[in-house]
């Protein structure tokens, strides 16, 4: 297949796995190829252990723009196709949020629906100055997805959720910061190398400790606080087990950076 083609490309700087979306023409608006992509790009970077951190971007002026209207419109789908599309993006969803490794998402242009889907996935968020902002799926006569019923109130809060879902006004890459959206706003141009360096930093963290804090940070306050200190009980005695606690333990002690290796 021609690269060119491929709707989403894969690359490495280091410890630092890439996926692009690569979709320009339709402001890399997903379709059912982009998620099954995704999928398998996570999958062969879950079994990678020299991949220790994901930097997800977009190619061209946009990020994602939400579900590709155009094709859509092209013909009525029936209702198995219909079901296959959903599935596969839920599927995509799911496999960024339990994959053990961070992902950044840097943001390099609008985020538009299931662009906004993606970063909610996602771990750290890095957002264009210039992008435009906005979740339109119910003034449009659809809905989201991608776990955005737990995971945008989870972020921003319950009646923040229901604002941006019900009135689906734009809203801009500050506001995202303040409630909680994302973590850094840059220039264009900054977006990716941003990214990039959030994801180095995640890379030079120990494997083990980083894929417990992101499955229990993602999923505590679901458990109930029971379950949840059972839970960090649990995750902290198996880091305490790893060759990594005994270096970062030596590392603090000879007063130099920790060497992890994963074990």
Not at 111 to 129: C, H, M, N, P
Not at 158 to 176: N, S
Not at 209 to 230: D, F, Q, S, T
């Amino acid at each position: 297949m021609d690269p060119g083609a491929a709707p989403l490309l894969t690359s490495r700087e280091g410890p630092v796995a890439i996926l692009t979306l690569n979709r320009p023409d339709r402001l890399n608006a997903v379709s059912q190829p982009l998620y099954e992509a995704l999928l398998e790009a996570l999958g062969r970077i879950a079994g990678d252990r020299a991949v220790r951190a994901v930097v997800l971007t977009g190619a061209g002026r946009a990020f994602c723009v939400g579900a590709d209207l155009k094709a859509h419109g092209a013909g009525d789908p029936t209702p198995a196709e219909r079901r296959a599309y959903v599935r596969a993006g839920q599927r995509a969803y799911r496999a960024m949020q339990r994959l053990e490794k961070p992902i950044v998402a840097a943001v390099n242009g609008h985020a538009i629906g299931a662009g906004l889907e993606l970063t909610l996935s996602s771990d750290l968020v890095v957002i264009s100055r210039e992008a435009k902002l906005r979740m339109p799926e119910v003034a449009l006569g659809t809905f989201v997805g991608g776990g955005t019923v737990y995971a945008l109130p989870e972020r921003v809060g319950l009646l923040r959720a229901k604002e941006l879902v019900l009135l689906a006004d734009f809203f801009t890459p500050e506001q995202a910061v303040a409630w909680g959206l994302a973590n850094r706003v840059v220039a264009a141009e900054d977006v990716v190398p941003t990214a990039l360096e959030l994801a180095a930093r995640l890379a030079a963290r120990a494997p083990v400790p980083m894929a417990h804090a992101k499955r229990l940070l993602g999923g505590a306050m679901r458990l109930g606080r029971g379950r949840a200190l059972a839970r960090e009980a649990q995750a902290l005695l198996a880091c305490m087990a790893t060759r990594d606690w005994r270096e970062g333990v030596r590392a603090f002690h000879e007063r130099r950076d920790p060497r992890f290796t994963g074990e």
